[in-house]
């Protein structure tokens, strides 16, 4: 009985915590937030205008972009429902809250008690990164609840001697596969390591998986291809640590440390390490191939970022979760820690410093620390903020001039909430009729081709932003003649923006 209301106030609590902050922020998504948005309201409204034929659309016309359609497709089911906004789409994650919080409680039924499973799953809902990811657009909370229904399911099929639960596991992963294509690198190793009990039944599995994600995978081969060198330049331009190397493992263990975890129940998770390693059993191989597997596999990609490893939070809960057994006063501080903790990443303490960093690490675009605590991530993800950051305004304005065949509106800038992502969001959400270029090097020609374009009079030291080349501004400045300004306003960062009409 413990358990059932431990679990349940705790999807309640994150439930009405999620309506609050989402109802609270006004603020536009942005990069990948905004891309995977737009992503959805593409397969929105391909459905609307091309009914069940919208089906084939969506991997042949690349609707989602490099990412697969699972969770876009389901943000569009939502909206058809609830409305089209990005409050819904934000509540959406909901959904996913609710099958991560089970299905960890699912896995940990295969190692301990009720009471322990619980924990297991309240910890891994309440991990800072995971708070901060479940009120945005992005497919990364999606995925981690994907991987730990899949090895809920694979841990039911009884090393695959269940045939339907084999069947039900072939559809766990191909969902799964369908969410991000970073999905094997979790469940490789725990499902060769449960094949070996019954290689029929695992190779059907195997094609139930391949016969559900060819669908999207095998029109988008060349995309994918292109992402993956997309991928390399970005890490090596962010200056990540190359494949495979000492310095990749240690960013993903500071990761651990500094952004999902912070140093409390990092130090938990290495003590669970030493109980485990010192209890172990063969019924814990799952959860550890799962941790391995997905390390491993995440040291391939030269990109990196804590998001990426998500997935193995669940693993970390369940290996961390022994040591509140039948330890009341412990549980009861851990309950403590984990609602200070939520409140000061949602909400901000402003009686506490922002971060506290321990040692810093790798200086860069975006530095990695190892902290005790911050209240949010990079400042881009954390309290609630009323905003205007001035896109559906901007919109408004230049869409006024628009012509039967639309107007340019380039764009210099490429600030978080203010890019190129985000303003491509609001014209499909809104429908205006506004092509968008994205001017990141000088060119002339493509300059000049622009009806309008807004410019940064300063780049101010703000978190990630990628400063655009210098030789644009000062073109536009030297041709008055050419530009004029509109508007001039700034952004809640403190940013100045022109929007210059060219002549």
Known sequence: ????????????????????????????????????????????????SDGLSAIGAIPFKHLTGYYPPFYHTVIAGIWAVFGKSLDVAQLGNLIAIGVLLLSTYGIGRHLFDPFTSA???????????????????????????MVALAV?????????????????FGIAAGLGMLTKWTFPFFLILP??????????????????????????????????????????????????????????????WRALEGYQLFLPLFVAFVAGLFVLKRNFTPRWMTV??????????????????PRY?????????????????????????????LAFQHYMVSFGLPALPEAVVLKKGVSGELSWNWNLYTQSYHRLWGRPEKQDWQIEHVLRKVSADANDTGIVLGLVPDIPRFDSLAFQFY??????????????????????SNAYVLASETQLPHAASFAADSRINTYIMNHPNRFQVTERFALPNGEIIRLYKFQ
């Open 1 to 48: 009985m413990r358990h059932r209301i431990l679990l349940a106030a705790a999807f309640a609590y994150l439930t009405i915590a999620n309506v609050i902050w989402i109802a609270k922020d006004t603020r536009p998504p942005f990069w990948d937030m905004a891309a995977h948005a737009t992503g959805a309201l593409r397969i929105y409204n391909a459905f609307a």
């Open 119 to 145: 924990i297991a799953a309240v910890l891994a809902n309440f991990y800072p990164l995971m708070i901060w990811l479940s009120r945005e657009t992005i497919i990364d909370y999606w995925i981690t609840a």
């Open 152 to 168: 809920w399911v694979l841990l039911k099929s009884k090393g695959f001697s269940n045939r339907k639960w084999s069947v039900a």
């Open 191 to 252: 499902a060769i390591w449960a094949a070996r009990q019954n290689l029929k039944n695992a190779m059907i599995a195997a094609a139930t998986a391949a016969a559900l994600t060819a669908y999207w995978y095998v029109p988008s081969v060349s995309a994918l291809k292109a992402f993956l060198e997309i991928n390399t330049a970005g890490g090596v331009f962010e200056g990540d640590p190359s494949r495979l190397s000492l310095n990749a493992l240690i960013f993903y």
């Open 288 to 305: 550890v191939l799962w941790l391995v597997g997905g390390w491993l596999g995440l040291l391939l990609f030269q990109n990196k970022d």
């Open 309 to 337: 490893s998500a997935p193995l939070l669940p693993a970390v809960a369940l290996v961390t979760a022994p040591l509140f057994n039948r330890r009341r006063m412990l549980t009861a501080a851990l309950i403590v820690l």
């Open 427 to 448: 014209i499909e959400l809104l429908d205006y009729d506004v092509r968008l270029r994205r001017i990141g090097i000088f060119d002339e020609a493509a300059l000049l």
